[in-house]
Nanobody
């Protein structure tokens, strides 16, 4: 599976961005696609995830109500719509893919494939 993340950029606080994660090959009904982020000087952290089959979604508490993860099965693409952005959302955002992840969706080690990351900078 190859994952291509895009859509990052510079935005003012309160603004919006939409990230895209295009997947080529290896997306199955039991796949999970997730977004993680790594802020400067911090560990990589879970942001959101979506199950390819059924579309169940999961969010970190810090982004719940502001971010929305969705998928387009026909395009093999997952989106992360980010609204009401805050300076603390500044990070490199990575998409990741895994299979047969029943629980612990926030665990980075359960994901086998990672995109290259896209930088999101939110100015105050």
């Amino acid at each position: 599976v190859q994952l291509q993340a895009s859509g990052g950029g510079l935005v003012q606080a309160g603004g919006s961005l939409r990230l895209s994660c295009a997947a080529s090959g290896g997306i199955y009904s039991n796949s999970v696609i997730a977004w993680f982020r790594r802020a400067p000087g911090k560990e990589r952290e879970f942001v959101a995830a979506i199950r390819w089959s059924g579309g169940s979604t999961y969010y970190a508490d810090s982004v719940k109500g502001r971010f929305t993860i969705s998928r387009d099965n026909a395009k093999n693409t997952v989106y992360l719509q980010m609204n009401s952005l805050k300076p603390e959302d500044t990070a490199v955002y990575y998409c990741a893919a895994g299979r047969n992840i029943v629980s612990s969706l926030r665990t980075t080690q359960l994901y086998d494939y990672w995109g290259q990351g896209t930088l999101v900078t939110v100015s105050s």
